[in-house]
């Protein structure tokens, strides 16, 4: 297990990280509920079970070479975010809380989900904000540090926090499509459950008036492939009329919840 992801699960153990993984938990049971299909796969966090709420037959959970996984989650597996074992277009879901903070290559881990996602197919990602109170925490910190000032980082030291409008363009680029965002956690950068607590107030203010700025966001986009028709149910009675065939627009949809 390298440094890093020590550091993280480290950082996980804090107020503040229980914080996080809470509202990440409770986002990751609405998203996933009724997402349907065969095939779902969560990389890495074993700390979060993100598809406990999901109904696909076949889950897995792959460790990345960490050992061991908490009671009651889907079935676990060595693999990496790079190199998954799994053939083209066989998955349905595939989950990635906090994976691409994690990973040497985010660009190569995103292509591998594009790869083993089937056309239309959901890839579902959580990250740490580096536009927020959080984040802006944590740049100060690394600018003292660099001045010879002193400066105690708030976040684990995991390398670069990736934006959500960067992963929009990453997604993008992989003819993914946006289908939501949400920010949660707006609370400052305070160390203890009691100052934690105090500033509760500031979930709801933030959700309306600065919801961009929330310490975390989930996103989901999907695959779309150009040139596929998708099937449709084969419970139509023979003699059904057909329907007029109409252009449906799909709306992105931002989400801002509180972190509870």
């Given amino acids: 297990m390298s440094d890093e992801i020590i550091g993280l699960h480290h950082w996980f153990d804090t107020p503040a990280g229980q914080h996080l993984l809470a509202w ?3 986002r990751y049971d609405e998203l996933v509920a009724d997402l349907f299909g065969f095939h779902a796969l969560q990389l890495g966090l074993p700390g979060v079970d993100g598809l406990r709420a999901n109904r696909m037959p076949h889950r897995w959970l792959a460790l990345g070479g960490q050992e061991g996984s ?3 989650t889907p079935a676990a597996l060595l ?12 998955l349905d879901l595939v989950l990635m809380p906090h994976t691409l903070e994690l ?5 190569a881990a995103l292509r591998e989900v594009q790869r083993v996602l089937v056309p239309e197919g959901r890839v579902v990602i959580g990250g740490l904000n580096p536009w927020s109170l959080w984040g802006f925490n944590q ?5 003292y540090q660099r001045l010879g000032a002193g400066g105690r980082l708030f976040l684990p030291d995991v390398g670069e926090f990736i934006a959500p409008g960067r992963l929009r363009d990453w997604l993008e680029l992989l003819d993914f499509e946006l289908e939501s965002v949400s920010f949660g956690c707006f609370r400052p950068a305070v160390a203890s459950e009691r100052w934690l607590q105090r500033y509760e107030w500031m979930d709801g203010l933030g959700a309306r008036w600065w919801p961009v700025l929330g310490a975390g966001y989930v996103t ?3 695959k779309r492939v150009r040139g596929v028709r998708l099937l449709e149910p084969g419970w139509r009675t023979a003699g059904a009329p057909l329907a ?6 799909q709306q992105q949809g931002i989400h801002v919840s509180s972190c509870d």
Avoid at 103 to 107: A, F, I, L, Q, R
Avoid at 244 to 249: E, K, P
Wanted: hydrophobic content about 50%; cysteine-free; charged content about 20%.
């Fill in 103 to 107: 990973s040497v290559d985010p660009h």
């Fill in 70 to 72: 908490p009671a009651g």
């Fill in 244 to 249: 007029a065939q109409a252009q449906v627009a």
């Fill in 139 to 143: 740049k100060r910190a690394r600018l």
């Fill in 220 to 222: 989901v986009a999907v």
């Fill in 79 to 90: 693999a990496e975010p790079v190199m998954l074992p799994f053939a083209e277009a066989s």
């Fill in 24 to 26: 990440e938990q409770a």
